[in-house]
């Protein structure tokens, strides 16, 4: 089993940043892929970022590609979205998702994650 608990969201202008944690517990984390989805009302869960175990390998959706970083900190069993030049339509809940075996070719399916977070409410003003 994995809890996830994500942080860090709130209100923003156009432009403006927001750095999103996921603090991870009961599993060791390293051993664990991780990634943050998005989902704004009325639409489906989309990707936004993996990162695997190590860190040393990351995928972004190619809308958010330049504009937000996913890192994680094993020591502290946390991962991170950084998001710079924020837009309005990117206003959703995200959410950090975990799995212990993720298909890399498969990183940007919701199915390959067992374990979701609540998710944590993102709004860009215009």
């Known amino acids: 089993q994995v809890q996830l608990v994500e942080s860090g969201g709130g209100l923003v202008q156009a432009g403006g940043s927001l750095r999103l944690s996921c603090a991870a517990s009961g599993r060791t984390f390293s051993s664990i892929d991780m990634g943050w989805f998005r989902q704004a009302p009325g639409k489906e869960r989309e990707f936004v970022a993996a990162i695997s175990k190590s860190g040393g390998n990351t995928y972004y959706t190619d809308s958010v590609k330049g504009r937000f970083t996913i890192s994680r900190d094993n020591a502290k069993n946390t991962v991170y979205l950084q998001m710079d030049s924020l837009k309005p339509e990117e206003t959703a809940v995200y959410y950090c998702?975990?799995?212990?075996?993720?298909?890399?070719?498969?990183?940007?399916?919701?199915?390959?994650?067992?374990?979701w977070g609540q998710g944590t409410q993102v709004t860009v003003s215009s």
């Open positions: 998702a975990a799995d212990r075996a993720v298909t890399w070719l498969l990183r940007h399916r919701p199915n390959e994650y067992a374990y």
